[in-house]
């Protein structure tokens, strides 16, 4: 069998404040809806633009920097893996949806980005990657955040 690859990169920005939750062994997850803004031009010369909505699913503490620092409107550059999923909703209907799993998160914005320092101006840029997925040992697996742990407010480096 051919190997595969399912790998997603995207600039975007987000369409609403990311939305944090516990599944029931305490592990967080926050999601958030990125939009994709394509320009093209129409076989009649028309300039046309078209925005996709894609969801995006971070778990551990990939999840809980998000949320932490990510509003509405924030600019980010997402790589991860799509994951397709379906369900039962209560209505008895089948429900699928496709997302993105991130495995990196890289805060764009410049200026106000941030849930807590709104209005601070910001320098640089924060890279998060964690390789965590449902099942693995520990929210620290593989898990690496670039120049500082972002334990600490203080320590933020934008």
Do not use: H
């Not at 939750?21 to 803004?37: H, K």
């Not at 924060?126 to 670039?146: L, N, T």
């Amino acid at each position: 069998m051919p190997a595969s690859l399912n790998r997603v990169l995207m600039i975007g920005n987000l369409t609403r404040d990311p939305e944090m939750r516990y599944i029931p062994s305490g592990q967080p997850v926050a999601t958030f809806s990125v939009a994709l803004n394509r320009n093209y031009q129409s076989p009649s010369g028309e300039k046309k633009e078209e925005v996709s909505f894609i969801r995006v699913v971070c778990w551990a503490r990939l999840a809980e920097i998000c949320n932490q620092y990510l509003k509405k409107g924030s600019s980010v550059f997402v790589e991860g893996r799509l994951q397709s999923r379906s369900w039962e909703a209560q209505d008895g209907t089948k429900k699928s949806t496709v997302e993105v799993v991130a495995s990196s998160v890289q805060f764009l914005s410049t200026k106000g980005a941030s849930k807590q320092n709104e209005g601070a101006a910001q320098e640089g840029e924060a890279v998060i990657e964690d390789s965590f997925a449902p099942g693995a040992p520990g929210p620290q697996a593989g898990m690496k955040i670039s120049e500082n742990e972002l334990e600490p407010d203080e320590q933020v480096p934008f």
